[in-house]
């Protein structure tokens, strides 16, 4: 019998959760749904009220709002709260109470005469685009267009983090079978989208939308190197116009903006673990903080 039958794992008939692992997140998995805790959320004064962690999904929706704030949208001011999801805040009773799914981000839009929530990050998008009237072009097939390709990334992005960004920088075992699986997939997705833009200056076609917005911090921060550790392995600079593409999005004041918002001391690079104010942001771009 060899090493790899030995050491292969016997399925049982019925699952069971482990006791522990060595995973980075297997303290924060777990198979049901619901709270752990009682805890109110925190609540600002914005019409706004964000509850989030500056993660890709995360950027998202920060810096949507940047930019509505940048298109001179007041209504998009917000108040964007810190959720630790290395410490479980994901799992009190408010967050779970905006989120029955217990991920991040949450929106809860107080400036109507009942509070609404709003979860997943691409239905934030939508909602936001729509309630504002901007980044989502009204006709019809500019508007499917844009749509295709939010979708397209909402389907796509688990592939890239949770199968490739997982399996090469996070899992406690390297296992070749794995890796080589969801990077065959990933590069599939990075030339995907390297084809479109070479036909196009933006993901779905000449204007910049919430398409852009989606997909940026998952695929234009691996293709950037800012993700993973996994630039030379992915070979990112052979994918040209999506290198292109995330230079240019990456020079966007709004995204510079917002993809700062509710970083944890524990991220690389500059953050506001909470933001309240545009002088919360400003103080941390000018080195002021």
Request: aromatic content about 10%; overall charge negative; charged content about 20%.
């Amino acid at each position: 019998m060899s090493d790899q039958q030995q050491h292969e794992y016997q399925v049982p008939n019925v699952w069971t959760a482990p006791v522990a692992d060595d995973g980075k997140w297997s303290q924060i998995n777990r198979p049901v749904s619901g709270a752990t805790h009682q805890k109110v959320l925190p609540q600002g004064v914005h019409p706004l009220q964000l509850y989030s962690l500056g993660t890709p999904n995360g950027q998202k929706v920060t810096i949507m709002l940047e930019e509505l704030l940048a298109l001179g949208e007041q209504g998009a001011e917000y108040d964007a709260h810190l959720i630790n999801i290395g410490e479980g805040d994901q799992f009190s009773s408010g967050f779970v109470e905006i989120n029955p799914n217990s991920k991040i981000p949450a929106l809860l839009d107080c400036s109507g005469a009942a509070p609404l929530r709003v979860f997943e990050s691409g239905n934030i998008l939508l909602y936001l685009a729509e309630k504002f009237g901007h980044l989502l072009p009204k006709e019809l097939g500019p508007r499917t267009e844009v749509l295709n390709w939010l979708f397209w990334l909402q389907g796509s992005a688990p592939y890239l983090g949770g199968g490739f960004g997982h399996f090469y920088a996070y899992a406690p075992l390297k296992i070749e079978y794995a890796i080589n699986r969801f990077t065959m997939e990933a590069k599939r997705q990075l030339d995907v989208l390297d084809k479109q833009l070479a036909q196009h200056t933006y993901i779905a076609g000449e204007e910049y939308s919430i398409a852009d917005i989606a997909i940026w911090p998952w695929y234009g921060c691996v293709v950037l190197g800012e993700t993973y550790g996994a630039a030379e392995f992915l070979d990112v600079n052979s994918y040209v116009h999506l290198q292109r593409w995330a230079k240019d999005i990456a020079a966007r004041p709004a995204v510079q903006r917002g993809r700062i918002v509710n970083r944890t001391s524990a991220q690389a690079g500059l953050g506001v673990s909470e933001r309240h104010s545009a002088a919360d942001i400003d103080a941390v771009l000018s080195g002021k903080q």
